[in-house]
């Protein structure tokens, strides 16, 4: 049959807001996280991981949570600027299947002037 | 530091072909995994590759194959093109099977059109 493309999820803030993005992950055994930013035309590229055993992690202006009860995974964005404006994909790793990564289908976030 | 680097960046095929990818890894990496990104979603795996061996698959047909050369840089093939595979195709690298959980690290993928 003919394929679809999904529409992604969109999340829109004003310049100097912030944005919290959310991910709901499926497996209970995956043991790693991970956000990736993805602009147009380009390859995901890492901003911040966190490991199962912790639930929180702060990096430079994002912060990641992590919630094991209802397998759900946020970033959080501080002072959005322009350049923040991108795809956002959380990517999910079981333990033992080394370094297989499973993506979300991505937010795709909007910073207006 | 040179990053992961893909290539070649655009390749136009049609149905029934073969195609070959080519992806170096960063600097200081020895795994090489392999995904397809439809437009519109999120990357799907297809292998992964660590001393030049397959060491985890996807649910991909075996008309993906791939290939890792000593230097760690690896080639993905796809024989008898199907309009279905175009595709954005990006390559990660990342250390060592046995290192705890790191990051991979992506390069900006070839985009493949089949007519």
């Known amino acids: 049959g003919e394929s679809v493309g999904l529409h992604l999820p969109t999340l829109s803030v004003q310049e100097g807001d912030n944005s919290i993005i959310n991910c709901a992950y499926s497996n209970s055994a995956s043991d790693y996280f991970i956000w990736y930013k993805q602009e147009s035309g380009k390859g995901p590229q890492f901003i911040i991981d966190i490991r199962s055993n912790m639930d929180k992690r702060q990096g430079q202006r994002v912060t990641v949570l992590l919630n094991k009860t209802v397998k759900h995974l946020s970033l959080q964005i501080a002072a959005t600027q322009p350049g923040d404006s991108a795809v956002y994909f959380c990517?999910?790793?079981?333990?033992?299947?080394?370094?297989?990564?499973?993506f979300g289908s991505g937010t795709q976030l909007t910073v207006l002037p | 530091d040179a990053g992961v680097t893909q290539s070649p960046t655009h390749l136009i095929k049609t149905r029934g072909q073969q195609v070959t990818l080519r992806c170096s890894p960063k600097?200081?990496?020895?795994?090489v995994s392999w995904y397809q990104q439809a437009l519109g979603q999120g990357p799907q795996f297809i292998f992964q590759y660590y001393e030049e061996e397959e060491r985890q698959r996807g649910n991909f047909p075996d008309r993906f194959s791939g290939h890792q050369f000593p230097n760690y840089s690896s080639e993905l093939n796809v024989n008898a093109l199907l309009l279905g595979d175009s595709a954005l195709y990006l390559c990660?690298?990342?250390?060592?099977?046995?290192?705890?959980?790191?990051?991979?690290?992506f390069g900006d993928g070839t985009r493949l059109s089949i007519l």
């Open positions: 600097s200081g990496h020895d795994t």
């Open positions: 990660a690298s990342s250390s060592g099977l046995g290192v705890s959980n790191q990051p991979q690290h």
């Open positions: 990517a999910e790793k079981t333990s033992g299947s080394a370094r297989q990564l499973t």
